[in-house]
């Protein structure tokens, strides 16, 4: 497909998506609960469709080799498919973000003010090998008013062909028109290109995904965009810490699913307890399966516990690993270690395990970033687990949007004012 070809597809998608978001903008709140519910009746109704597509994508993913992480990020079955479906009942039981009054005045003319949340408009979602963004993303928008323009992988094709024709199949048991979910072709690198160029065909792009996605959307796009993020997030343990709970929040940060952003990439540790902590952590980590990556101190440890280590270097500590690695470093002081992470953290998580209040709240103040964790996993910087039913992404920027972005987040607001014949003199 060439890049008139592609750009006039995208186009026409927009035009299409955006004539059916009149059924959707201006719905009532019933009727887009209502089309989630059946929505997630009619994934569990297609699962084993579901599945056979998904099946077709992991075989072909298996036989390129695709990394074991990207192959989990992949991977639908049948728990996951019934995760999903729950999770679109939360958020079918979230407040209607659309028509909150923001702001309320009435003028000395007599004119009466009000600021509302409305709809973007066009959304369009960049993504990689995650099949099940396609759905968060569709609901979100759906609930939220937007009509989605979706653009996953090419490796996640049949996945996301089948889970697109399921949503619409449920729209069409609804008053809102199934067209207001496209889903554009990833067989062609140039149809990303024209999404991202769609200036007032398109009103919003976001990108999900790697470091390198992120950054040739945002570089890229001629359309706004919201910047998510990559996940080079760190756990510090203070000199402060409960270590009893320090172990488990460390390997639950790395391991729990350590192909997502919000997983664990680097562990400091404050050099006043790291002759207690240190074996502790590198042993488990160990036995978690999880290459290690050390400063000097780490490596020493290492080698006293016969576990094998490897030299960390600058690009270990910029790395965001989506798989079982870490880097291991012992810091002198918390600022220290807060140094570490604005040099090589992408403002996503950061967690600290203390006991000080004092250190706790130094930690938040100078961290910069989406979240902070105190005494937590980095694991629970996520939509569902934040209330926010599911999220479209994780923006790491400072504008409109920062954190997981659930349904106020893909909102914009209109001034509307009243009057009675009032003119400007």
């Not at 769609?198 to 792009?205: I, Q």
């Not at 050099?271 to 490596?299: C, M, R």
């Not at 604005?342 to 250190?359: F, L, P, R």
């Not at 504008?399 to 987040?409: D, I, K, S």
């Amino acid at each position: 497909m060439n890049e008139n070809n592609s750009t006039q597809l995208v186009e026409k998608l927009a035009g299409e998506a955006r004539y059916a978001a009149r059924t959707l903008s201006h719905s009532p709140y019933e009727t887009r609960v209502k089309a989630l519910h059946l929505i997630s009746e009619q994934l569990i109704l297609d699962l084993p469709e579901i599945l056979q597509a998904n099946e077709r994508d992991m075989q072909e993913a298996v036989s390129q080799n695709m990394p074991t992480a990207m192959q989990d990020r992949l991977l639908l079955n049948e728990n996951r498919i019934k995760s999903i479906a729950q999770a679109v009942l939360k958020v079918a039981a979230l407040p209607d973000p659309l028509g909150i009054v923001l702001r309320s005045r009435k003028l000395e003319n007599g004119l009466d003010l009000q600021q509302l949340t409305v709809p973007f408009g066009v959304v369009g979602m960049v993504y990689e090998a995650r099949p099940n963004v396609t759905i968060d993303a569709a609901i979100i928008l759906l609930m939220s008013g937007n009509a989605a323009l979706l653009r996953g992988s090419a490796s996640a094709a049949n996945s996301n062909e089948i889970l697109v024709k399921v949503m619409k199949r449920a729209l069409a048991k609804s008053d809102i028109s199934p067209e207001v979910i496209q889903l554009i072709p990833s067989n062609d690198r140039e149809t990303v290109t024209a999404l991202l160029h769609a200036r007032g065909k398109v009103d919003l792009v976001i990108p999900r995904g790697s470091a390198n996605l992120i950054r040739t959307v945002v570089d890229e796009a001629k359309v706004p965009t919201i910047e998510t993020g990559a996940g080079v997030c760190h756990v510090y343990v203070d000199s402060e810490a409960d270590l009893s709970i320090a172990l488990p929040i460390l390997i639950n940060s790395k391991t729990h699913r350590p192909s997502v952003c919000n997983a664990a990439e680097t562990l400091l540790v404050h050099q006043e307890i790291s002759e207690q902590f240190l074996p502790v952590a590198l042993k488990e980590l160990n036995n978690a399966k999880v290459k290690i990556n050390g400063d000097e101190s780490t490596l020493k440890v290492g080698k006293e516990l016969g576990i094998e280590i490897n030299a960390a270097t600058e690009a270990n500590y910029f790395t965001e690993y989506n798989a079982l690695e870490i880097n291991v470093k012992v810091v002198p002081d918390l600022i220290s270690a807060i140094d570490h992470i604005a040099k090589y953290g992408t403002k996503h998580t950061e967690s600290i395990i203390t006991q000080s209040k004092k250190n706790a709240d130094q930690f938040i103040a100078l961290s910069d970033c989406a979240a902070v964790m105190v005494n937590a996993s980095t694991r629970f910087t996520d939509g569902e687990e934040m209330g926010f039913g599911a999220e479209i992404g994780i923006s790491n920027q400072k504008l409109h949007a920062r954190g997981p972005m659930g349904l106020e987040q893909m909102t914009t607001t209109t001034w509307v004012v009243r009057g009675n014949g009032q003119i400007r003199i």
